[in-house]
């Protein structure tokens, strides 16, 4: 079975609908991500929890939400989700941070 | 100009053949990581450096911290190397900056 898994792997919604991306890890990781990839960009950062109790913005947050259920889970919420947000959304824990991020299979989100 | 920039773009070469990505930065950097990305999406990670060379495989990654300048080299290619290959960079505490990736296709 796959250390960190995302659900679904394929979304397609439109716009203003609220829609929430679900990571779950096996890793037993205390570092989580949530990055975004576009065409012809690099990943960039949206939010990361270094505990449960502890979550913060990365670069390009507005417009997305998140939740650390537990130390496993790790939700990202388009609370109210518009076109330029089609993008494929990936989920990484890491042990520490610096340390090697381990990837889940990504999401690709469309919104028309 | 990106912090991160990669070269070549994208490239194609006969299966067997040596291969080298080029990785340039223009921050402070604590890591360097190469990624790869499969052509289904996923991505794994390769390499953790933050000094000198290490080596897996056909896989060998070197990085020249003063230089500011990190290589991925590929020997004997083959078709499954095929993927898109990303350089990130950690600076800061939490902050990674990622490459925009290259594109590599290994014909057989």
């Known amino acids: 079975d796959a250390d960190v898994t995302q659900t679904p792997r394929n979304r397609i919604t439109k716009t203003g609908k609220r829609i929430m991306l ?10 989580m991500y949530w990055y975004r990839q576009d065409p012809g960009l ?3 950062l949206i939010y990361y929890s270094f505990d449960v109790k502890d979550i913060n913005k990365g670069e390009i947050s507005d417009g ?4 650390r259920q537990a130390q496993a889970k790790f ?21 520490n941070v610096g340390y090697e991020q381990f990837f889940g299979p990504g999401t690709r989100l469309t919104v028309l | 100009k990106n912090e991160v920039e990669q070269s070549p ?3 194609t070469a006969q299966e067997g053949e040596f291969i080298t990505i080029n990785c340039s930065y223009s921050v402070g950097i604590s890591a ?5 990305q499969h052509p ?10 933050s000094s000198g060379k290490k080596k897996h495989g056909r896989l060998i990654a070197t990085i020249n911290i003063q230089e500011k300048h990190s290589s991925l080299h590929i020997t004997a290619s083959h078709p499954r190397d095929s993927a898109v290959y990303i ?4 600076s800061g505490t939490y902050k990674y900056i990622f490459g925009t990736g290259t594109r590599l296709k290994v014909l057989a």
């Open chain 2, 87 to 90: 350089c990130a960079v950690r």
């Open chain 1, 75 to 95: 939700s990202l919420s388009l609370e109210s989700a518009i076109p330029n947000q089609t993008a494929l959304y990936f989920c990484a824990t890491s042990e």
């Open chain 1, 22 to 31: 679900e990571c779950s890890q096996t890793k037993g990781h205390d570092r």
């Open chain 2, 9 to 11: 773009q994208n490239l």
């Open chain 1, 64 to 67: 997305y939400s998140v939740s």
């Open chain 1, 42 to 44: 690099g990943l960039r």
């Open chain 2, 40 to 49: 289904g999406g996923g991505i794994v990670s390769l390499f953790m450096l």
């Open chain 2, 32 to 36: 360097l990581h190469w990624l790869q």
